[in-house]
């Protein structure tokens, strides 16, 4: 497996995909983790990784939502795609807008680790232990939505950077915590005794959260053929649902919401959560279904949450 970073390739060879990821260590982890996955599967296939930097990666010093928000971390990859410069591309299902452009598709879905997220405070405090004012460094307006609805003393403020510097920027004393996705702290071998792991009571994920999607041509069948053999279907059910309710909202990634779907017994679950980023309102909906209704049980999921109270909550944050 090779990585290129400076020249795009111009030819292929018949037994060489060309995979586009960010540079970022958790993109890379995850990348690296797809390519062994499609080796494996397919015996004498190269994964070459080729690297591409998103706006989101090159504005680190802005909240994403000035700058574009929906698709920052994914349209260059996006593009290297419709233009034939790589073949498969690797994205954070959860930074993927729910519409893809026209020509591409994701072509598997695949490895979704503990949707949970971790609180990391430089001195190990838990959330419940914080005194009033405590700034927490987040820019998700989902984690504060919940967080701030459960504990209205404490105080956000945005943070930008990779994984890394965040937890830097706590360990420095800028901000008294931070808040991150379980998945990518493990994948980087970063997780410590000392975080605390969030109960899905206090937080839902991100609709997506933990999941990878890799997107492809839709023409391309050749890719879509190696990609099916490590696609995995509950986690598409599940993120399929999650994503629909975010769909059926309106919104982009960074809607305040909260999803998560699971299958027990050969039935989905989904549960959701949709508030204002002040904690001011949040409102809750769950339901059921089979796998193959999904998208269904998603857009029925959504109906709830309006009806409970959502629309106030779309028409607040319109106002901002």
Do not use: Y
């Not at 498969?88 to 879905?109: C, E, F, N, W, Y």
């Not at 999941?211 to 598409?236: K, Q």
């Amino acid at each position: 497996m090779t990585k290129t970073k400076s020249q795009l390739p111009t030819m292929q060879k018949s037994q060489t995909l060309r995979l586009g990821t960010r540079s970022s260590n958790l993109a890379l982890t995850q990348s690296r983790m797809i390519a062994k996955m499609l080796q494996r599967a397919h015996p004498g296939l190269q994964v070459e990784l080729v690297d591409i930097s998103t706006v989101g990666d090159k504005v680190t010093d802005k909240p994403l939502k000035s700058f574009g928000g929906v698709g920052v971390f994914v349209k260059e990859l996006e593009a290297a795609l419709l233009s034939g410069h790589v073949d498969i591309a690797v994205h954070s299902l959860k930074d993927m807008p729910t519409r893809q452009p026209k020509g591409l598709l994701l072509g598997a879905i695949v490895g979704r680790e503990d949707t949970r997220d971790v609180l990391f405070a430089r001195n190990g405090q838990r959330l419940e232990d914080f005194s009033a004012g405590s700034v927490i460094g987040s820019g998700s307006t989902r984690r504060r939505a919940q967080l701030k609805s459960r504990f209205p003393n404490l105080e956000f403020a945005e943070i930008r950077g990779n994984v890394e510097t965040r937890l830097r920027k706590v360990r420095e004393g800028e901000f008294a915590a931070t808040i991150l996705a379980r998945a990518g702290l493990k994948r980087l071998g970063l997780l410590e005794p000392s975080m605390q792991v969030l109960a899905l009571a206090w937080m839902l994920p991100a609709p997506g959260q933990g999941a990878i999607g890799v997107e492809c041509r839709a023409g391309d069948r050749r890719a879509r053929r190696i990609l099916s053999a490590i696609h995995n279907a509950g986690v598409a059910a599940c993120v399929a649902a999650e994503r629909s309710i975010l769909e059926a909202l309106g919104g982009g990634c960074h809607l305040p919401l909260g999803a998560l779907g699971t299958i027990r017994a050969k039935t989905l679950r989904l549960q959701a959560v949709f508030g204002l980023p002040d904690g001011s309102k949040i409102v809750r909906a769950e339901g059921s279904a089979a796998p193959k209704e999904a998208r269904a049980l998603g857009k029925r999921v959504a109906k709830e949450l309006l009806a409970q109270g959502g629309k106030e909550v779309l028409s607040a944050l319109d106002q901002e």
